[in-house]
């Protein structure tokens, strides 16, 4: 199958899903699981205050999470590792399910944690596309571009340009659901 093809099938995968969406994705895992790292502290039950979203992380094996996000009645399930940059946390987010015409794009997503609080933001800037679009092979349009460039030349990338507030936007905070 040709990469073009792929792709389109990759775009038409996440216009279909209805939900925010990254609009940078890398094909190969970000990271390995040797690289992974696991902090107690993501896991629990997490509400957005502005639209009543719910996403609930629950540890995956050793180093991985299982991520379920359930928005206007619909649930969406994606795994996740998280690596660190420096003092910066991120997760490796990928969704789950299989269907033979969807490739399973990798998302990076910035998080910080506190106090009760989960921030979390896409790296998906229009600045970091642009810097993407110079250092790395991809494919790309308007909306979103596609990392085709391994996954360890991507995490590089990250660990270069992916601490910088320009690399992300405000993203979304959520609260710990205490029950």
Known sequence: M??????????????????????????????????????????????ADHDKDLCIIR???????????????SVRQFSARLF????????DLTPDGSDDFQIAGHAVVRIWTGGGTLRWAYLDTEWLRK??????????????????APGAAVRAFVAKLGVDDKAHGDGTEWQRVQF
């Open 84 to 91: 660190r940059v420096g003092e910066a946390s991120m997760l």
């Open 131 to 148: 810097q993407a679009s110079q250092l790395l092979p991809n494919r790309a349009d308007d909306k979103r571009m596609v990392l085709t």
């Open 2 to 47: 040709k990469l073009t093809s792929m792709l389109l099938a990759l775009g038409a995968t996440l216009i279909l899903t209805g939900c925010d969406t990254p609009a940078l994705l890398s094909l190969e895992p970000v990271v390995t699981g040797q690289d992974a790292a696991f902090d107690p502290t993501l896991l629990g039950t997490w509400e």
């Open 59 to 73: 540890r995956d094996g050793d180093t991985g999470y299982a991520i379920t996000h359930v928005s206007d009645g």
